[in-house]
């Protein structure tokens, strides 16, 4: 709230429970908010669990509701890592912003979901599976966030607090931005 007042370029929004307990937290540096605004089409989600002494799960799905009133724009398009929680949740906060799993998590599942279906079918899936996954040259949607995000986790511990949960954060935005 301290940076919010300094600067209102800042956005943080906040959810308390009945019991003073937040549940809910959005902040975006006034670089992120305008990062948002000249393009929002798109958001790549992975989930950091884990990584804080409240167990509470860094999601990008935390700020869809902050998101939408903060900046009154909406994504077209969201790629996830396959959390049923924000499967869910997308259609009913976000109805016309259109749900992707991220190609990473969609192979690691393959073996998962069809092998056994697919049987003596699946070696030959498989290949064209990998041939039309090399076709996109190596992109794969989440890539930067979970590096990102495997950054963050190398430098928080399961007992970290909000307050250090955050100054990590700004810390590797702002080592980023040199």
Not at 57 to 62: G, K, T
Not at 156 to 178: G, I, Q, V, W
Request: hydrophobic share 40%.
């Amino acid at each position: 709230m301290q940076k919010k007042a300094e600067d209102l370029c800042w956005v943080v929004d906040f959810e308390l429970d009945k019991d003073n307990c937040l549940t809910h937290l959005l902040w975006m540096l006034p670089d992120q908010v305008d990062l948002w605004l000249r393009y929002y089409d798109v958001i790549v989600n992975d989930n950091i669990a884990r990584t804080n002494q409240y167990q509470i799960p860094l999601e990008v799905f935390i700020i869809l509701n902050c998101i939408k009133s903060a900046t009154n724009q909406t994504p077209i398009i969201m790629f996830t890592d396959a959390n049923p929680a924000l499967d869910a949740t997308i259609p009913i906060v976000l109805p016309e912003t259109y749900a992707a799993y991220c190609i990473f998590h969609i192979t690691q599942n393959l073996p998962k979901n069809l092998k056994l279906k697919l049987g003596e079918n699946w070696d030959n899936f498989i290949k064209q599976f990998y041939q039309c996954r090399n076709s996109l040259f190596g992109i794969e949607s989440t890539v930067k966030v979970e590096g990102y995000n495997w950054i963050i986790k190398q430098q928080l511990k399961a007992n970290s607090t909000l307050c250090e949960t955050a100054d990590r954060f700004d810390s590797r935005l702002n080592d980023e931005k040199r």
